[in-house]
């Protein structure tokens, strides 16, 4: 089953604008992850924020962290037609060593 | 480095059909993950291997699916006999920690059957 829910489930941005997307879990976590899958293609880490951490930023990236809330958040600033992608959470439950993935977010940025 | 490496890329077979999967994890990467992905969805753990010990195989559908990892470097992930609704795409990662930290995944296997 899966632990993170994503909203939205789409998004179409024009390109320059930003991009938040936000992730709800469930359990107590070790930490959140957010991954990136073009069209076919594989998974690709983006980005890991652990659960003492509240906000986190690589390039164009900001994720924020709310543990008493059980959610997380990306924003993609000043996105580009190539970040055209579906956008995934994923948590590491206290306790475990897999991570679970939530349904994923599909963002459209229109040249 | 060369990064994960899974074959085939797409397969299409008909039911009752066995099928296998393979993967070449990233060199020294002991952590090995099957996951499925059906269309519009997150990616689904099947079985973790740790080095050739499966740690974690309770969401593999034993009936059917198996896997294996010799010598604790590539595996292999077979389905025998297939159903229809085992057209997913099958994911392959490793990583180079235990405890869940950065996955790395394989461009993966589209399998479609019949």
């Known amino acids: 089953s899966q632990q993170g829910e994503e909203d939205p489930q789409a998004l179409s941005i024009q390109e320059g604008e930003n991009a938040t997307m936000n992730c709800s879990y469930k359990?107590?976590?070790?930490?959140l992850q957010w991954y990136r899958q073009n069209s076919g293609r594989g998974l690709v880490h983006l980005i890991l924020i652990r659960s003492n951490e509240r906000e986190k930023h690589s390039g164009r990236l900001r994720v924020t962290l709310d543990t008493s809330k059980k959610s997380s958040s990306l924003l993609i600033t000043a996105s580009r037609a190539a970040d055209t992608a579906s956008y995934f959470c994923?948590?590491?439950?206290?306790?475990?060593?897999?991570?679970?993935f939530g349904t994923g977010t599909r963002l459209t940025v229109i040249p | 480095e060369a990064g994960v490496v899974q074959s085939p890329r797409y397969k299409i077979i008909e039911k009752k059909q066995p099928v296998a999967f393979w993967c070449n994890p990233i060199?020294?990467?002991?952590?090995l993950y099957w996951y499925l992905q059906n269309l519009g969805q997150g990616p689904e753990l099947l079985i973790r291997y740790e080095n050739e010990e499966a740690v974690d195989d309770s969401q593999l559908p034993k009936d059917r699916f198996s896997a294996e990892r010799l010598k604790g470097v590539d595996s292999t992930l077979k389905i025998q006999p297939a159903e229809l609704g085992d057209s997913a795409v099958y994911l392959c990662a490793s990583s180079l920690f235990r405890e869940s930290e950065e996955l790395f995944f394989g461009e993966g296997s589209r399998l479609t059957v019949l």
């Open positions: 994923a948590t590491a439950r206290t306790g475990a060593n897999n991570l679970f």
């Open positions: 060199s020294g990467h002991n952590t």
């Open positions: 359990t107590s976590i070790n930490n």
